[in-house]
């Protein structure tokens, strides 16, 4: 083969040396040939890649196009069901809410309706019109001084660092202009954050922006600081999140330059690998020690905790510390496991986590069932895009819902999966600034606050369809989803409600399924680990 090729590219030095001789150009030959021969004696004395040593020149056409071919998948092979993590019919929709564009399809659903896991909602004959200032969910109802008055649909968490500034910005101006919040993600409170909307400050295992540089430590002083802003209106503690559950967060190395790095006070241009757990806490009862000194140290200001759902033994054995010792925590954010992230090992994002339905659903019924849910508001996160996502999760017992990728995608993300590489190619997840500066921060705040409104006011339409008023009237019998053997089901069907103060009496723990009865004898308020039970 390397002798065919050198007989070939001698036969065209030849030829094209023969058009020169007429022309008078030979240099432009060398110019054109020179490159090819260069490269094939490349490809034939490196030892790293057999195809490119085999084949000389034209094996590079292999890895150009493995390079392209999410771009050729995206935009000549998929259709609007097919793409993932997120199909192009949910991108499109996002799209054109951002822009205020032609929201209405034509000609019917496209989707099969008899597939499985298709679902759906019924109407009333005598719809209503619900009003856009009920719509909001007051937290901090139980130990907090000053609560906070939140909208049903927020800016999920997204770090800076994971995020480009510019993107960080936009997002903060739109939640400004949206009325709505963003909550900062781990990486830390940046001034990037600061732009006038209000903030939750996400605290996780690394303590980015409280923490002592020498051990990585939580700082309460370094805390106290940034939590008195005015800007910062809630804190939440990240104990997982649903991309990577188990393990801390993963900030690659191309990604922490000088400003991240001082802003999260860790090493530049090396990887940020957050601890998988807490230094500050080790037991339930532990976790709302914490909770409640936050909230002291912060002013008063909600304080609550993210998760996505392990074993279930230990968020019943946070339920049991916040019956025994009184404190409540002011919310819970369920993260589910197809949640999102820039950069996670696959087997994490494939294959550890509970899924949002079945965590959020057995999440809500343990706090149904202890009679504490009416005091601690559940916030749903994890591929939620549309009105008829933020109505699904809300019939499962969330009282609000966040979302990251769909406000990336009104930023202009365009799903390139390329955000662990800092080579994101619309600015938005990358801090390189040749990518980020043509990322135009006040369009692209407009966008996302147009988003965000008209994704509640589809909400606020379908809610009148059902013939409903307030969004917490929504409830599980209310979402029919059809099943792979053909069955249709509600949720409550899939999943039936606790009755509140059910798990109080333990009379009643035995009448419940094997799961329960495991999750119930197995949990004590003074460890996360298997308590032995009577199951």
């Not at 994971?162 to 940046?190: D, I, R, W």
């Not at 601690?376 to 017992?397: C, R, W, Y």
């Not at 379908?462 to 307030?470: C, T």
Request: net charge positive; proline share 6%.
């Amino acid at each position: 083969m390397v002798r065919e090729f050198y007989a070939i590219s001698i036969a065209l030095i030849v030829f094209f040396a023969g058009l020169s001789w007429i022309w008078s150009s030979a240099i432009w030959v060398f110019l054109v040939i020179g490159p090819i021969i260069a490269l094939g004696v490349i490809d034939t004395l490196q030892s790293r890649h057999a195809i490119r040593r085999n084949f000389p020149v034209i094996g590079n056409l292999r890895y150009l196009m493995e390079l392209i071919r999410p771009e050729l998948q995206q935009y000549f092979v998929e259709n609007n069901h097919d793409g993932r993590p997120i199909p192009r019919e949910v991108r499109s929709v996002v799209y054109q809410r951002a822009k205020g564009e032609l929201q209405t399809i034509p000609f019917g659903t496209q989707r099969d309706v008899h597939e499985a896991n298709f679902e759906w909602i019924q109407h009333t004959i005598v719809p209503t019109e619900p009003s856009p200032h009920d719509l909001y969910v007051n937290i901090g109802k139980k130990n907090c001084p000053n609560p906070y008055k939140a909208n049903l649909f927020n800016i999920s968490a997204m770090s800076y660092g994971a995020l480009s500034p510019a993107a960080v910005q936009a997002l903060n101006q739109g939640a400004k202009k949206g009325g709505f919040y963003h909550n900062t993600g781990e990486g830390g409170l940046s001034p990037h954050h600061l732009h006038g909307g209000d903030v939750v400050w996400q605290i996780g295992t690394g303590y980015f922006g409280c923490r002592n540089v020498s051990d990585g430590t939580f700082n309460e002083k370094a805390f106290q600081e940034r939590a008195s802003l005015e800007s910062v209106r809630m804190i939440e503690i990240k104990l997982s999140q649903g991309a990577k559950p188990g393990k801390g967060g993963i900030l690659p190395a191309p990604k922490v330059n000088k400003e991240v790095a001082e802003i999260r006070l860790v090493t530049p241009y090396q990887d940020v690998c957050s601890p998988p757990a807490h230094t500050s806490f080790k037991t339930p009862e532990g976790l709302l020690q914490f909770v409640k000194k936050l909230r002291e140290l912060s002013g008063g200001k909600p304080v609550g905790f993210k998760l996505c759902l392990g074993f279930r033994h230990e968020f019943v054995a946070v339920a049991k510390a916040i019956r025994k010792t009184g404190i409540y925590p002011d919310f819970i954010t369920v993260d589910g496991a197809e949640g999102g992230t820039g950069a996670a090992p696959l087997e994490f994002s494939n294959s550890v986590g509970t899924p949002l339905d079945e965590g959020l659903a057995f999440v809500v019924d343990t706090l149904r069932g202890f009679d504490l849910k009416r005091d601690i508001p559940v916030i749903a996160s994890g591929k939620v895009f549309t009105s008829f996502d933020l109505l699904s999760k809300l019939a499962m017992g969330a009282d609000l819902c966040n979302s990251a990728r769909g406000m990336m995608l009104a930023l202009g993300c365009i799903q390139a999966l390329r955000c662990n590489t800092n080579q994101c190619p619309t600015g938005v997840a990358t801090t390189d600034k040749s990518l980020w500066r043509g990322l135009h921060v006040p369009s692209k705040a407009e966008r996302v606050a147009n988003y965000q409104r008209e994704t509640v006011m589809h909400f606020k339409d379908l809610l009148g369809a059902m013939g409903y008023l307030e969004a917490h009237s929504v409830k599980r019998t209310d979402v029919y989803r059809r099943l792979a053997d053909g069955a249709v089901k509600t949720y409550e069907d899939i999943f039936p409600t606790m009755p509140e103060g059910f798990l109080l009496d333990e009379k009643n723990w035995r009448t419940l399924p094997t799961m329960w009865q495991r999750a119930l004898y197995e949990s004590d308020p003074s460890t996360f680990s298997v308590f032995p039970g009577r199951a």
